[in-house]
Nanobody, 126 residues
Framework: QAHLVESGGGSVQAGGSLKLSCVGD????????MGWFRQAPGKEREGISV????????AYADSVKGRFTVSRDNAKNILYLQMNSLKPEDSAMYYC???????????????????WGQGTQVTVSS
């Protein structure tokens, strides 16, 4: 099972930016699509972005479209999430996850993913 480690979370004011990183396992990172999820207290885990194994295709949830950008550096085994124009409702624990295929077709449920990081907290104050 892949080992994933997120970083880059923190506290920021509304309108600010953060960039999350997720370092993956060199043995498997390039073979699978990668996704970002978030979970706020009392809410279900929400898929917000996914990128194909080669980095060619991306998809976003409507809640973050136009503000967040997913990318990956397969040479370094790193997944990124650039988050701009942050809102208080973006506050949550953010997780990276490795999909079960090279491209799941878009935003899919958490059950479609085979490995998860431990999460990094993002807090946006108004």
């Amino acid at each position: 099972q892949a080992h994933l480690v997120e970083s880059g979370g923190g506290s920021v004011q509304a309108g600010g930016s953060l960039k999350l990183s997720c370092v993956g396992d060199a043995l498997t990172f390039n073979d699978y699509a990668m996704g970002w999820f978030r979970q706020a207290p009392g809410k279900e885990r929400e898929g917000i972005s996914v990128i194909s194994a080669e980095g060619v295709s991306q998809a976003y949830a409507d809640s973050v479209k136009g503000r967040f950008t997913v990318s990956r550096d397969n040479a370094k085994n790193i997944l990124y999430l650039q988050m701009n124009s942050l809102k208080p409702e973006d506050s949550a624990m953010y997780y990276c996850a490795q999909a079960r295929s090279k491209w799941p077709g878009g935003i899919v449920p958490a059950s479609w993913y085979r490995a998860w990081g431990q999460g990094t907290q993002v807090t946006v104050s108004s």
